[in-house]
């Protein structure tokens, strides 16, 4: 406050206006924080006692508190007793003895994950579980007695949930619902006598329908699991590694003299010239192994027999100018991408998958590498350390699976990656790396591609010293996250390290990657030179992130707009996961991690300052409506308000905990 003027003896006493400082924030708000409209803004206790009354003003709640008997103790408990929150949405993480400070008392920041996060299972939230062959029209049951699941259809309606809506999303879409009577929708498509009704105009309209491939195959998983795979072209390649490392007659004479003259001083100059020569031969062996190798057949011989395919002969694909939705892990699922792709996204990766597991023929491995027909240019990325794990796993890829490009992660930063030498790791072991790029060039037919970060310490960049050697390795194309491992999201990321790294990489293709938010943060990108845009954190905060870029605008999109969005999310995880108990809980669990970023969105008619920033966070507003409101609360609680919306209420023992702990706010 200040004093402004005298008027008649009395000081007129006026508010000081904050200003707005360069980077378009007022004067006492904190850096990291995004500037908000002063209407919006309110406090912590307004902001939830205003969720908590669902969306009641809080002067008429105080009015109402006014009229009770203040002397009456019975009142007063009973009024406490409401506002607190239900003890089954609370995790049980969460719940710390009295007698300890928690982190907002203490006055600090909760930081990292939640690595010990309660798992449960979908499967422990039905009591009883009806056979999949009574509930998949009635057909015979081949466990017999022993089943352990129910065969009485009465008895399991009994003890079913009630449904959460009166109409099938996947009845209405393909005329038919394969849960039957165990969909939490069965009402819409059920008899008086449980029979499953059917919409032959839709079925008949949905028949030679793919709409999701690269599932695995019941034989083919079998026979990894026995090691009856064969890696023909894998071994080709293994073979010339293994022959390289091998020393030819000269390096064995050189050995000879060496181990003969053990007993003599050696020369200061002889030694290392043998070693180097030792050394320079094997690149030069595994670089001509493509020419060089022949193949033994039997019977009529065939292009594909003794030749090649060369680069150019590969399958081509046009990644110019295109925005590219990063494979994001947890939160990259099948039904998230479909809605990025209903946003404009042009390039979609499946999430990435572990080359140890898909050689082991585990299915959760695999099922991250399904494709939905509406992914039209669609890659795969894989982990791996050792060349001849990745190669095999890339001849399994090219041999059963449908894909665009294959991806190589190598900027994983987490320790369970690193420590093993994959992820980041590879970037510090560029012979392993240069084995596996080669060797996986060699046994597929379609692009390979790398992503990788500015490398493994904050102040010492590798990445322009690696990308003119992965041009000559045979790399299709480049993504350069502009963040070292160490950095993770502390720092903003590097662009103009991106530049020059797209300068070295051309004609190669190189996308850049990293605090792309807005329409005017991809501007800026691409000003850098890059051939694309990778977009991750941003595609999960703003999804629609990609018709903004596309139409150069700012979208104020509406919460209902929002709400449909989400709404878009659980029909395709019903139909990606079942729309029975346990796919509708699994699919409430994925939106539950999607809303941890969500939440961070700020609506563009709010904002003081246009656009948002990627590393900033929301003080607590009010939106200008409740479910606008609703979306903001960083709470867990108010996530799971939100989702049941759209798919019923919780189970009794549904229990949820957000990966990242600054995420979870205490109420």
């Keep these: 406050m200040e004093e402004a003027a005298s008027h008649g003896g009395e000081t007129q006493v006026t508010e000081k206006v904050p200003e707005l400082a360069v980077d378009g924030r007022r004067d006492g708000v904190r850096k990291g924080t995004a500037g908000i409209k002063t209407d919006f803004l309110t406090t912590k206790d307004k902001f939830h006692e205003f969720l908590d009354s669902n969306g009641q003003l809080p002067k008429e709640k105080e009015e109402k508190k006014e009229n009770l008997p203040h002397d009456s103790d019975e009142l007063k408990g009973t009024t406490e007793a409401s506002e607190e929150e239900p003890a089954a949405k609370k995790p049980k993480v969460e719940q710390q003895e009295e007698n300890k400070l928690t982190w907002k008392q203490q006055g600090k920041r909760q930081r990292g994950q939640n690595k010990s996060r309660p798992h449960v299972k979908p499967t422990a939230y039905e009591d009883q579980r009806l056979c999949q062959s009574v509930a998949q029209e009635n057909r015979k049951c081949h466990y017999g007695d022993k089943c352990k699941f129910l065969h009485d259809v009465a008895e399991y309606m009994a003890s079913k949930p009630a449904d959460v809506g009166p109409s099938c999303y996947l009845y209405d879409t393909f005329g038919a619902c394969f849960y039957g009577v165990t969909c939490r929708f069965a009402l819409a498509h059920t008899t008086a006598d449980f029979q499953s009704m059917r919409d032959e105009a839709r079925v008949k309209a949905q028949e030679g329908r793919t709409a999701v491939r690269n599932s695995l195959d019941k034989d083919l998983q079998i026979h990894l699991r026995k090691h009856h795979v064969a890696f023909d072209r894998s071994a080709e390649y293994l073979q010339t590694i293994a022959k390289a490392q091998e020393p030819g007659p000269k390096q064995q004479q050189q050995q000879e003299e060496r181990n003969g003259n053990q007993t003599e001083a050696p020369s200061s100059d002889q030694t290392p010239a043998a070693e180097g020569a030792n050394e320079a031969t094997a690149p030069d ?323 003081e300052r246009v656009p948002q920033r990627i590393n900033d966070r929301p003080p607590y507003y009010m939106g200008r409506d409740y479910l606008e409101s609703l979306m903001a609360s960083q709470h867990v609680g108010d996530w799971v308000k939100i989702s049941e919306m759209l798919l019923g209420p919780v189970p009794k023992n549904f229990n949820f905990l957000p990966k990242h702990k600054a995420n979870a706010y205490e109420k």
């Design 285 to 607: 062996v595994e670089a001509g192994t493509e020419n060089k190798t022949t193949v033994k057949t039997i019977g009529p011989l065939t292009d594909a027999d003794v030749i090649k395919l060369r680069p150019c002969e590969k399958k081509q694909v046009d990644f110019q100018d295109k925005l590219y939705l990063a494979p994001l892990t947890t939160c990259g699922n099948l039904p998230f991408r479909r809605v990025c792709k209903r946003f404009g996204a042009d390039i979609t990766c499946g999430e990435m998958a572990m080359c140890t597991n898909l050689l082991q023929g585990q299915q959760s491995e695999w099922a991250l590498l399904k494709r939905h027909e509406s992914e039209d240019l669609f890659g795969v990325q894989i982990e791996g350390c050792f060349p001849d794990t990745m190669t095999r796993c890339a001849e399994l890829i090219n041999n059963h699976i449908d894909v665009d490009f294959v991806d190589i992660n190598s900027g994983c930063p987490i320790d369970l990656v690193y420590k093993k030498g994959g992820g980041c790791g590879l970037m510090t072991r560029t012979r392993k790396f240069e084995q596996i790029i080669r060797g996986m060039n060699y046994v597929l037919d379609v692009p390979l591609t790398v992503k990788i970060r500015t490398g493994v310490h904050e102040k010492y960049n590798v990445a322009h010293k690696l990308i003119p050697e992965m041009k000559k390795w045979g790399v299709s194309m480049i993504t350069l996250h502009g963040r070292s491992r160490e950095q993770r999201y502390t720092k903003l990321a590097d662009w103009d390290y991106i530049n020059t790294c797209s300068s070295l990489a051309s004609p190669l293709p190189l996308f850049g990657n990293g605090d792309i938010l807005s329409y005017d943060d991809a501007m800026k990108a691409r000003e850098t030179g890059v051939s694309g845009l990778m977009i991750a954190r941003g595609a999960l905060i703003k999804p629609w992130i990609f018709t903004e870029i596309k139409e150069r605008r700012h979208w104020d999109i509406s919460s209902s707009e929002r709400l449909d969005n989400l709404r878009n999310f659980s029909n395709y995880g019903l139909e990606h996961w079942g729309s029975d108990t346990r796919g509708l809980e699994k699919t409430r669990t994925f939106m539950l991690e999607w809303l941890s970023f969500l939440c961070r969105y700020v609506p563009v008619g709010l904002l």
